[in-house]
């Protein structure tokens, strides 16, 4: 088992539509969760970080994290074609000193 | 003011030579790292200094020799480059072990 697994994509949506990312961990001591973007071509950049359970709102990104079930999520409202890119789950084992990246989900926002 | 800045961003050399590529951070920043990106996007951490000590290594080909001359600064220096060094090696840097990372812009490594 992988320690941070990501839905397989690609992931396409239209243009409005709610885009819905999810991720699970495997090492259930894990307390911190990022969510970054990837363009083509350029660097991941952080989209947001939550550690508590329950749902963390920024703009049109929620983030939603359930630590008994070990999964943390990513929800786009009203996606746009310019949210098109690959969004990367990472998770902080405890101790770990370091971030475990998942793989990555590619999300197309059709105009 | 850019945040994590790496040299070169494009690295084209043949196989055999050697190599260094340099990360500075003006986030007064405690941790950076070094990842490697290969073709099929997966991203995976390669070291990781904490004030200046190294702190992660992960299971790199000793060709791979990191350095850290003060905090704001890690170098990459690959040895004897071999076909499958080939790929976008990534600095990062976080204020500590466990917070958000933020990343440079990536230096694209072809070796032919």
């Known amino acids: 088992q992988k320690e941070v697994e990501q839905n397989s994509g690609p992931l396409s949506v239209p243009e409005g539509a709610i885009a819905s990312l999810n991720c699970t961990y495997s090492d259930r001591g894990s307390q911190s969760f990022f969510w970054y973007r990837q363009y083509s071509g350029k660097s991941p950049e952080l989209i947001m970080f939550?550690?508590?359970?329950g749902d963390k709102e920024d703009g049109r990104f929620t983030a939603q994290l359930n630590k008994a079930s070990q999964y943390v999520s990513l929800l786009i409202r009203d996606s746009q074609p310019s949210d098109s890119a690959t969004y990367l789950c990472?998770?902080?084992?405890?101790?770990?000193?370091?971030?475990?990246f998942g793989d990555g989900t590619t999300l197309t926002v059709k105009p | 003011d850019t945040a994590v800045s790496q040299t070169p961003k494009y690295l084209v050399t043949q196989m055999g030579n050697d190599k260094s590529i340099k990360c500075e951070q003006n986030?007064?920043?405690?941790?950076m790292y070094w990842y490697k990106q290969d073709s099929k996007k997966f991203l995976k951490i390669m070291f990781s200094?904490?004030?200046?000590?190294?702190?992660i290594n992960e299971t790199v080909p000793n060709r791979f020799s990191p350095k850290s001359p003060d905090k704001a600064h890690l170098n990459l220096h690959i040895n004897s480059l071999e076909l499958g060094d080939s790929a976008v090696y990534f600095c990062?840097?976080?204020?500590?072990?466990?917070?958000?990372?933020?990343f440079g812009p990536g230096t694209r490594l072809t070796v032919t």
């Open positions: 939550i550690y508590s359970n």
């Open positions: 990062a840097s976080s204020q500590d072990r466990d917070t958000e990372q933020y």
């Open positions: 986030l007064g920043h405690d941790t």
């Open positions: 200094y904490n004030n200046k000590e190294l702190i």
């Open positions: 990472a998770v902080n084992p405890p101790n770990a000193g370091k971030s475990t």
